[in-house]
């Protein structure tokens, strides 16, 4: 029986990096998180508009 | 400037160049040097996102804009969450699927050569202008208020960034980005705590609130929609949410700073981050500004805010008129400020008829003092012909420079340049990377070595910033710095962002039409800035638009145009 030959080192292809995915850390879903991102902005530009109103 | 101050600055400045060049002193491969090592975690990764973005000139003109402008600029951000939002569920897994150093390199794998080369090139041309103006942007304002030489200050920042950015490429950018956002961030508190705690006693953060809104001041958000206003709700959530979707999604100065992420959650988390903390840091800046204003009610400002400027022109046959209308501006002051404790003594004892006169003198007495400020410009710009009459970039560091305690004035200026240099490390670190990898690499040496690419991204690298520091000294002062370098990159930036939407979401349009849409809406959005009065912010909307609508025409007419690459055709 022949010796096992080493195969050669193969170049990695294509090379995509890390799960794609993976949930977030939290809120479960990543829709979960953009959705409290928009919402942020939802609620600044209310509490800036009732800055603008109020000092205006 | 006292001894403490400069013990501040040169030391924070200092610190954070050595340990930017110290903890990246094991970067040894052209991965490591242009990707970092894939080991960044959110926090790097969100800090280094909004410290390419704050350059110094965040803090020199945001301030001096609400003085002079109200508030009402930080609705241009309102986009920015929104463009956050997209980047991390589309753009994000395609880059990090494909594995790219850069933005462009995708455009290949999508469409053809030509098309990554064209875009690669037009970021170039707009980035390689835009860095120069960050180093000219503090380099200018500092030198004329501080007596410094405006080419030795150049060359002191410009060499400061190259040395650290050539030692340890993206890595070392997102490390001295991390300190550096720390530094700007504490600057801002203090900054806020400090002028708050300038005001007269008796005038309270909602009393200055009030005095600044009955000025026009607390313009925060306007919903009327008009093509010819720069800042308004309509032209932040679309024209802001183009441009920012471009610019963080495309402009390889930002795509670096989460392409060296651990995973696609760390990148996303860091661009979220940032999404939600960009509008509250710039409000808080914009406040900064109007608490300035407020300052100024109650301690008289001077007439014109570049000082050197209006020595000189004071010292030419106009001195006389100057000092005329200082005389004036001295009595008209005194009025204002009657004004404004007579308003802020009707606010505190609730008399609604006394805060009506009250703030109807008060907005009498300040168009009093505008016109006479419009007046000494006149006469200024008669004494010296070629003198810059904006003076709104000043506003902020002369107050800083003349009423900050001791350490702190040097505190401030650490923030002003490390601002200066987070942003211009990012930009010097993404073009010599471009330079190196969508162009060197793809078109001249396609076989270079790993030492080989290594040697080239660190020369391109000292090139882009040598270029930067050649622009800065030779570059003259332009109408606001800030609008210049938003108005640069919508030149840009909205063409360079309808060629990834194309790809990323009309797969069946190919390399040639889209090439040949690009070329044309770019050369449409730069006659339209020469000869329109379009608010710069809705060039990102058109150029965008063109080529998104052109490319799909030309799809029909031009028949075989370039190939579409199966592993860059889904979104």
């Known amino acids: 029986m022949p010796p096992p030959v080493k195969p050669a080192p193969v170049k990695p292809s294509p090379p995509g990096r890390g799960d794609l995915d993976a949930p977030p850390p939290l809120l479960g879903r990543w829709r979960n998180l953009y959705l409290l991102v928009l919402g942020t902005l939802g609620a600044l530009v209310l509490a800036f508009w009732l800055f603008t109103r109020a000092y205006s | ?571």
Not at chain 2, 225 to 252: E, H, K, M, P
Not at chain 2, 429 to 450: C, E, F, H, I, M
Not at chain 2, 471 to 491: E, K, R
């Open chain 2, 1 to 571: 400037m006292t001894a403490i101050d400069w013990t501040v600055l040169v030391g924070t400045i200092a610190f954070i160049a050595i340990y930017g060049v110290w903890k990246t002193r094991h970067v040894q491969s052209a991965q490591s040097y242009l990707r970092g090592d894939d080991d960044l975690r959110w926090p790097t990764i969100g800090l280094s996102i909004m410290a390419t973005q704050a350059s110094a000139i965040t803090f020199l003109s945001v301030p001096g804009q609400a003085y002079e402008d109200g508030m009402r600029f930080v609705q241009f951000y309102f986009g920015l969450p929104i463009a956050m939002v997209i980047i991390s569920a589309v753009f994000v897994p395609i880059y990090y699927k494909l594995n790219v150093f850069t933005a462009y390199e995708y455009l290949e794998k999508r469409f053809d050569p030509k098309t990554r080369v064209l875009a690669a090139t037009l970021f170039m041309i707009g980035r390689g202008l835009a860095a120069g103006i960050s180093i000219y942007a503090p380099a200018i304002i500092l030198s004329t208020l501080m007596g410094w030489s405006l080419n030795l200050t150049n060359l002191v920042l410009g060499t400061v960034v190259i040395i650290y950015t050539v030692s340890g490429g993206s890595k070392a950018v997102s490390q001295t980005q991390k300190q550096q956002m720390m530094v700007i961030m504490g600057g801002i508190v203090v900054a806020a705590i400090v002028i708050a705690y300038r005001l007269p006693d008796d005038v309270s953060l909602g009393t200055a609130t009030s005095l600044a809104g009955a000025l026009g001041r607390i313009n925060v958000v306007d919903f009327e929609f008009d093509l010819n206003n720069r800042y308004n709700f309509w032209s932040g959530i679309t024209g802001g949410l183009f441009l920012a979707l471009s610019y963080f999604g495309t402009d390889q100065s930002q795509v670096q700073r989460y392409l060296g992420g651990r995973s696609v959650a760390e990148s996303r988390l860091g661009l979220l981050f940032n999404g939600m903390l960009k509008i509250p840091m710039q409000f808080l800046i914009l406040f900064i500004g109007v608490l300035v204003f407020v300052f100024f009610l109650f301690e008289r400002p001077p007439v014109f805010f570049n000082q050197p400027t209006l020595d000189a022109a004071k010292r030419t046959a106009q001195g006389p008129a100057i000092e005329a209308l200082e005389a004036d501006w001295q009595r008209a002051f005194e009025a204002r400020r009657d004004q404004a404790v007579a308003l802020t003594a009707a606010l505190d004892g609730g008399d609604a008829l006394a805060e009506a006169a009250a703030r109807e003198g008060l907005q009498a007495s300040h168009a009093r003092m505008n016109a006479i400020r419009a007046e000494a410009k006149a006469v200024i710009a008669k004494a010296l012909p070629s003198a810059e009459l904006k003076d709104s970039d000043y506003i902020f560091v002369s107050f800083v420079l003349k009423y900050l305690p001791p350490g702190l004035v040097g505190l401030l200026l650490a923030v002003i340049l490390s601002a200066a240099m987070s942003s211009t490390a990012s930009e010097l670190n993404a073009l010599g990377s471009t330079s190196v990898v969508d162009l060197y690499k793809r078109l001249l040496r396609p076989d270079a070595d790993d030492a080989h690419t290594l040697l080239a991204s660190k020369l391109f690298t000292v090139f882009w910033g040598c270029l930067a520091v050649a622009f800065a000294t030779f570059a003259a002062l332009v109408d606001n710095l800030i609008q210049a370098v938003n108005i640069l990159g919508s030149i840009f930036y909205g063409v360079i962002l309808g060629i990834f939407l194309v790809a990323f979401f009309l797969k069946r349009v190919r390399g040639t039409p889209t090439f040949a849409a690009a070329v044309i809406a770019q050369g449409t959005v730069v006659a339209l800035f020469f000869t329109s009065e379009i608010g710069f912010l809705w060039f990102n909307v058109i150029g965008c638009s063109l080529v998104v609508g052109l490319a799909l025409a030309l799809q029909v007419v031009l028949p075989g145009g370039g190939r579409a690459h199966p592993e860059g055709e889904s979104a």
